[in-house]
């Protein structure tokens, strides 16, 4: 049976709204009340635990209470009975139950995981009480988590903000147009500005600004090698990590699981090498993804998957702060999107071709700077956050066997969580 998509109704659960511990929001689907009900084997109720079946094979996670009626598609639906909590299992299978999903995979083309697999999962079976003591232990984490990425989306959208205000709406220079002081700013930046536009080939524009093709402004434009240069079978434990459009999902890279290989393949693909400030795009797929590789990131060099290209700026021209939110950007996207394709799979032709010709805005140098030494905190707050979280996930997974073990007792276990919280 097809799945009926309306704009708004039942939320409908996809694989790609399923993260560990985490049902996510962003393209949430909606299916209507009357076809909720003719899918009634796959309706979902807070409590209940749902395991990835394709995409990210073994993801878990418990249905929120802010989901009173939710519906879903390839997953795995497990209704706990009074004996297991539903959150001991999402932290088991996420943290322990890995490798049994791994050996459990079957498929050639598109590997899943199915109801006869999860079925076979064992799991330690302590009293519910200690049960939800140690879940206790381990939400505890995940508050931390939820606060530190709150923390980073607000200060992505004033990032974002502030960029939209400079350079897309020109609030600055309308005001002082006006013989209005530019508001949010102080007077050595608000000097900076000028107080008349001009004409040019993307339209109206602060005076004293230029138009130009990204071929003068980058260092390198590169694209990602062939598909046939990285298979599974070249993956190594360790390495050189590959990027992939599962790290371009906001405009900083998110650098935490990486397939690998080894530093002599990555040598043979070195023009697909990419570095810390370096921007990442995904011409195929997920089109319109990019990410800056920030200036501390977790490994010296990376290599991009077949499905992207990247952009090194020269930096005595432009910054890469601005380039990537740039194209974060609604029109930045839009202008970067005007090439696509939506036969097949979504692709933008001749991507670094394309991407060299595009004009750009470059506002005046000095303003530049000033925009960088207004954002790059925001961005350096981010990455921070980020390892935070990464390392919290990491104590959260390691703590879980030892307290099932009973190597660990719950207040021995309490104290390390504040210590670290």
């Not at 890995?98 to 590997?111: E, F, I, M, N, T």
């Not at 071929?215 to 990285?230: N, Q, R, T, Y």
């Not at 036969?343 to 670094?352: E, H, K, L, N, Q």
Request: proline share 7%; glycine share 6%.
């Amino acid at each position: 049976m097809a799945t009926q998509y309306v704009p708004e109704g039942i939320p409908f659960l996809r694989s790609l709204n399923v993260e560990p511990l985490r049902v996510k929001t962003a393209d949430m689907k909606f299916i209507s009340a009357d076809f909720h009900e003719r899918l009634k084997k796959s309706a979902l109720a807070p409590g209940d635990v749902v395991i990835v079946r394709t995409g990210k094979p073994g993801a878990c996670v418990v249905i929120p209470d802010w989901l009173p009626v939710a519906n879903c598609s390839d997953v795995v639906i497990v209704r706990c009975g009074q004996n297991l909590s539903p959150h001991f299992l999402a932290y088991y299978v996420n943290a322990i139950a890995q490798d049994h999903v791994s050996a459990h995979l079957v498929g050639a083309v598109q590997q899943h995981f199915n109801v006869g697999a999860a079925r076979k999962i064992k799991i330690p079976l302590p009293p519910i009480g200690v049960q939800e003591q140690i879940t206790a232990v381990l939400r505890a984490f995940d508050q931390r988590i939820d606060v530190l990425e709150d923390q980073n989306k607000a200060l992505e959208a004033i990032a974002r903000a502030i960029f939209k205000s400079w350079f897309v709406d020109f609030d600055p220079v309308r005001a002082k147009a006006e013989g209005r002081e530019p508001e949010g700013m102080d007077n050595a930046t608000a000097a900076l500005f000028p107080s008349e536009f001009s004409d040019s080939r993307l339209g109206i524009i602060p005076r004293g600004w230029s138009v130009r093709k990204i071929e003068e402004l980058a260092d390198k434009v590169g694209m990602g090698p062939f598909g046939s240069s990285i298979k599974v079978e070249t993956f190594v434990p360790t390495g050189v990590p590959i990027i992939s459009g599962n790290h371009l999902r906001t405009f900083l890279l998110e650098d935490s699981t990486h397939n690998f290989i080894t530093e002599d393949h990555a040598q043979r693909l070195v023009k697909a090498n990419v570095f810390a400030d370096d921007i990442v795009f995904t011409h195929a797929g997920n089109i319109g993804n990019v990410s800056l590789i920030p200036e501390s990131p977790r490994y010296p060099a990376y290599v991009i998957s077949q499905r992207q290209f990247f952009m090194r700026c020269n930096l005595s021209e432009i910054t890469p702060r601005y380039v990537v939110l740039y194209f974060t950007s609604d029109f930045g996207r839009h202008r970067l999107l005007a090439n696509a394709s939506s036969v097949g799979v979504p692709s933008i032709a001749r991507p670094v071709t394309y991407l060299r010709s595009l004009e750009l805005l470059v506002p005046a140098r000095r303003i530049l700077e000033r925009f960088d030494d207004l954002v790059g905190p925001l961005f350096r707050s981010i990455e921070r956050n980020r390892k935070h979280i990464d390392t919290l996930r990491e104590i959260r997974d390691t703590l879980l066997p030892r307290l099932i073990s009973g190597k660990l007792r719950v207040p021995e276990a309490e104290k390390m969580a504040e210590a670290v919280i």
